[in-house]
Antibody, heavy 114, light 112 residues
């Protein structure tokens, strides 16, 4: 089955860190650009970061630049998002998505609160 | 960043009737390769987004043909020819031409 499965979300204090993972299956992961998109509770969708197929090129939204790092392990068919210096405004469901949104995971909730 | 403006933000529709959502971008979405990377997504209550339309007018696999997309440049439209109960949710346009990619605010479709 073609799918993306996120994990790693949870409750973290402001200033803390969290690493999200996205396991891909059913397609050739190494052929696709991959993305992280987030959705704050009751709000719309916001693109966070992207990475090219071999991991050599990355981009970030200004709101997370310098704090978040996207990476991938094509041997493990897994996408990552390392999130440092977390803020309350980073609270959201984080989705991984394939290329131009052709496939999405179920999302993982990150809550930043003391 | 490119601003995507959708209207209306709320769309009550009678079952079996058509629906139309407008999406306007603050700058042209024509990319240097000649393509226009304007996509439409559906997000049903409690679910992840699902892409319906890519590059303005191409339906994704499995998307009913009652959904259609049109437009060019900065002005785009998603149409549902006959709304069904399963179409309830929030619809987002999204541009993938200029980084950072940006979404519209979302249009909530509900049944009258």
């Amino acid at each position: 089955e073609v799918q993306l499965v996120e994990s790693g979300g949870g409750l973290v204090q402001p200033g803390g860190s969290l690493r999200l993972s996205c396991a891909a299956s059913g397609f050739t992961f190494s052929s696709y650009w991959m993305h992280w998109v987030r959705q704050a509770p009751g709000k719309g969708l916001v693109w966070v970061s992207r990475i090219n197929s071999d991991g050599s090129s990355t981009s970030y939204a200004d709101s997370v630049k310098g704090r978040f790092t996207i990476s991938r392990d094509n041997a493990k068919n897994t996408l990552y998002l390392q999130m440092n210096s977390l803020r309350a405004e980073d609270t959201a469901v984080y989705y991984c998505a394939r290329d131009l949104g052709s496939l999405w995971g179920q999302g993982t909730l990150v809550t930043v609160s003391s | 960043d490119v601003v995507m403006t959708q209207s209306p933000l709320s769309l009550p529709v009678t079952l079996g009737q058509p629906a139309s959502i407008s999406c306007r971008s603050s700058q042209s979405l024509v990319y240097s390769d000649g393509n226009t990377y304007l996509n439409w997504f559906q997000q049903r209550p409690g679910q992840s987004p699902r892409r319906l339309i890519y590059k303005v007018s191409n339906r994704d696999s499995g998307v009913p043909d009652r959904f259609s997309g049109s437009g060019s440049g900065t002005d785009f439209t998603l149409k549902i020819s006959r709304v069904e109960a399963e179409d309830v949710g929030v619809y987002y346009c999204m541009q993938g031409t200029h980084w950072p990619w940006t979404f519209g605010q979302g249009t909530k479709v509900e049944i009258k």
